[in-house]
Structure formats: structure tokens, C-alpha cells
């Protein structure tokens, strides 16, 4: 795959989480509370409704690198 910014072929690679991560296009966020825009970002093939789990570190596999330009893509669920 190559870079959406410079066009450079990526890296691939799995990258690793401790907890949930999520996006957002809100740049101040509201204090003890999350966004309503957000797009939680799950492993691929986890379903859970939950955003607390057992398993301490949640992996995105064929996680695309750009080194140069210091953009990662990944599938999320």
C-alpha cells in the first residue's frame, strides 16, 4: 500500500493498544466524558458491546506505516 500523503510504499506491521482506543473530529473535549461523534476502534473481528476487557492489549493487524510522513493505517471493527 502506498502512503495517502507521499505516495511512499508502507510499511506493515501490527499495532498494539492497552485499552480501547477511539476517533474523533472534536479538538476540546468534554471533561469525564466521551464524545458523542466517536468511532470506537475495536480489533477486527471483535463484536463486544463492552469497551472493558479482560485481554490488557488489543492488536490491529496489517497496520500500514509511513515512516517519513508518520501515518499509520489500520482496519478497525
Not at 11 to 31: A, R
Not at 65 to 73: D, E, F, G, N, S
Amino acid at each position: 500500500m502506498n502512503c495517502p500523503k507521499c505516495s511512499r510504499e508502507m510499511e506493515s506491521g501490527i499495532m498494539y493498544t492497552e485499552k480501547y482506543g477511539y476517533w474523533t473530529q472534536q479538538e476540546k473535549l468534554p471533561v469525564f466524558r466521551a464524545p458523542k461523534d466517536r468511532v470506537l476502534l475495536r480489533a477486527p473481528g471483535d463484536d463486544s458491546a463492552s469497551g472493558f476487557d479482560i485481554i490488557p492489549f488489543h492488536d490491529f493487524p496489517g497496520t500500514m506505516l509511513c515512516r517519513a510522513c508518520k501515518i499509520a493505517v489500520f482496519e478497525y471493527n
